[in-house]
């Protein structure tokens, strides 16, 4: 893949877990032959890639250090154009010291893998790599390992160390910290190739904080849209911020995989203008996928006594603020409010063996409906 050819558009580029294995396999490359490299080739579990890098040097006898760029393309992922340097050291099998006691590590191992900086370090159950170990991730470790190891020479050792020297800073901007991985950057890549963000790949990234919730044990896991209900949540919760996970626009997908790891019980808190497209049945929250907030208020107006004329208010708004102020001039906000909360519930339990918990609140974090449990609520926000 040649960083030249990257216009506009393009949809693909190596993984940091491509880059890693380039860098290495041209360090071991230099070593056993003096020869200046390039360009690598480098197998990855979908393909071959050609990598370009931007120096390979022996810097000793039996050690060399390559560096690449993670080349750009159409993606906002900030480790595109992060330069990853690797460097090989050779020692005698006899005369270096494996802590084979490590999962990670195979007694049969030729190329043993370490962090030099810039990668972080797990601290957190429930992700692929184990507390204490650098992020660099199964498939990675395995290509690195996959592409050396016929080259590593008889009764020796490689040892390669990778770097990030912008990984600490990046990782500030990346999940890292919220997951429980400090100190920098994850290496990662199931397929060597990375791609413009997928529905999978954002799902899949969904899945992490709740896994690491599960991990550590939480009875009590709580749902929020994103950001904003993020925020609220840990303000108006008695809660760990771990138990708090984003479902984006994903609400039904979230929902599944948390039935599928057995959470049974579950609280939601989310502004009211997301959460009523549950009470639909709208379980992809995305606006382009499907609205019907006005429609699902005025349905349930109806449902509550609403008369036709403040039907017709409700279902002429533009916004759902203006629905709530329409509602509380007519003493309907909470029987609307604990109606549509109900629905919520039974959709998701139409759906899903999960008991649910709605907590429906505004912008300012005031609780709108009366029908939540309040056992996770702090007592400054309890009615």
């Not at 993984?15 to 360009?39: F, H, N």
């Not at 599960?214 to 840990?234: H, M």
Request: hydrophobic share 35%.
């Amino acid at each position: 893949m040649n960083p030249n050819n990257q216009e506009k558009g393009y949809k693909s580029g190596p993984t940091t877990g491509s880059i890693a294995t380039a860098t290495a396999l041209a360090s071991l490359k230099r070593i056993i032959s003096s020869e200046e490299i390039s360009i690598v080739q480098i197998n990855t579990p979908t393909d071959r890639l050609d990598i370009f890098l931007d120096r390979c040097e022996l810097i000793g006898e039996n050690k060399a250090s390559s560096s690449a760029h993670k080349y750009p393309y159409d993606d906002p992922d900030v480790t595109v154009n992060i330069e990853i340097i690797t460097t090989v050291e050779l020692f005698n099998s006899s005369e270096y010291t494996v802590d084979y006691t490590n999962p990670l590590i195979d007694k049969n191992d030729n190329v043993i893998i370490k962090s030099g900086g810039g990668i972080g370090k797990v601290t957190k159950k429930g992700l692929q790599i184990p507390i204490g170990e650098y992020a660099i991730n199964p498939i990675p470790r395995k290509m690195i390992k996959d592409n050396l190891k016929k080259y590593v020479p008889k009764n020796k050792l490689a040892i390669i160390t990778v770097t990030i020297p912008d990984g600490e800073k990046l990782a500030k901007r990346t999940m890292n910290p919220r997951i429980g991985i400090v100190g920098g950057i994850s290496i990662l890549g199931t397929t060597g190739i990375a791609r413009s963000m997928s529905t999978k790949a954002y799902k899949d990234s969904l899945l992490i904080p709740l896994d690491v919730a599960v991990a550590e044990g939480f009875d009590e896991i709580v749902f929020v849209p994103g950001n904003i209900g993020e925020k609220i949540a840990n303000n108006i919760l008695d809660i760990d911020k771990d138990q708090v996970i984003q479902t984006t626009n994903f609400v039904g997908f979230m929902f599944e995989e948390a039935s599928k790891r057995e959470i049974n019980h579950l609280t939601l808190v989310g502004h009211i203008g997301k959460l009523v497209k549950l009470a639909g049945g709208i379980f992809n929250t995305k606006h382009a996928v499907a609205d019907g907030r006005r429609e699902i208020f005025a349905a349930h107006t109806g449902l509550c006594g609403g008369s036709t004329e403040i039907i017709k208010e409700v279902y002429s708004c533009k916004t759902t603020e203006e629905i709530i102020d329409i509602l509380k001039k007519s003493q309907l906000d909470i029987l609307v409010l604990d109606s549509i909360a109900d629905a919520i519930r039974q959709r998701v339990q139409d759906r899903f063996k999960i008991k649910l918990n709605v907590i429906i609140v505004d912008m300012e974090s005031h609780i709108l409906n009366s029908n939540y449990d309040n056992y996770l609520i702090k007592d400054s926000f309890k009615n």
